[in-house]
Nanobody, 127 residues
Framework: QAQLVESGGGSVQAGGSLKLSCTSSGYIGITVCMAWFRQAPGKAREGVATINTGNLRLNYADSVQGRFTIYKDSADNTVHLQMNSLKPEDTAIYYC????????????????????WGPGTQVTVSS
C-alpha cells in the first residue's frame, strides 16, 4: 500500500507564501495523477491543483489560478504546491492525493479519481 505524507503547512499572514511538499512511498504506477485538495470547516473537499507526472499537464481551481503552482521535483519525485499571495479563505487542511493514470489523461480535480491520500497538513492564513 502506497503512503503519502504532506509537509510544509503552517500559519502565515495574508499575502504571504508557503510551500507544501508531498512525498510518497510504495508503487502507484508508471504515470500518476498527483493532486492537492483542501478542506475548510463546513465546506466540501476541494481539488486545488493536479499534475500528470507523465505528460506534465496541470489543472488548477479558479480560486488559486495565478497564485498557486504545482510541480514535481525531478530529482526526488516530491510534488510541491507553492502558494503565494495567500488569502484567509485559503485556510484549510491540505491533502496530497494520488492515483494511477496514463499519459493521455488529464488529472481531474474530483476526489473520486484518487485512491491514495496523505493525512493532511494545516494551512492557516490570518487577515
Amino acid at each position: 500500500q502506497a503512503q503519502l505524507v504532506e509537509s510544509g503547512g503552517g500559519s502565515v499572514q495574508a499575502g504571504g507564501s508557503l510551500k507544501l511538499s508531498c512525498t510518497s512511498s510504495g508503487y502507484i504506477g508508471i504515470t500518476v495523477c498527483m493532486a492537492w485538495f483542501r478542506q475548510a470547516p463546513g465546506k466540501a473537499r476541494e481539488g486545488v491543483a493536479t499534475i500528470n507526472t507523465g505528460n506534465l499537464r496541470l489543472n488548477y481551481a479558479d480560486s488559486v489560478q495565478g497564485r498557486f503552482t504545482i510541480y514535481k521535483d525531478s530529482a526526488d519525485n516530491t510534488v510541491h504546491l507553492q502558494m503565494n499571495s495567500l488569502k484567509p479563505e485559503d485556510t484549510a487542511i491540505y491533502y496530497c492525493a494520488a492515483a494511477k493514470t496514463s499519459w493521455d489523461r488529464d488529472c481531474d480535480r474530483g476526489e473520486y479519481e484518487y485512491n491514495y491520500w496523505g493525512p493532511g497538513t494545516q494551512v492557516t492564513v490570518s487577515s
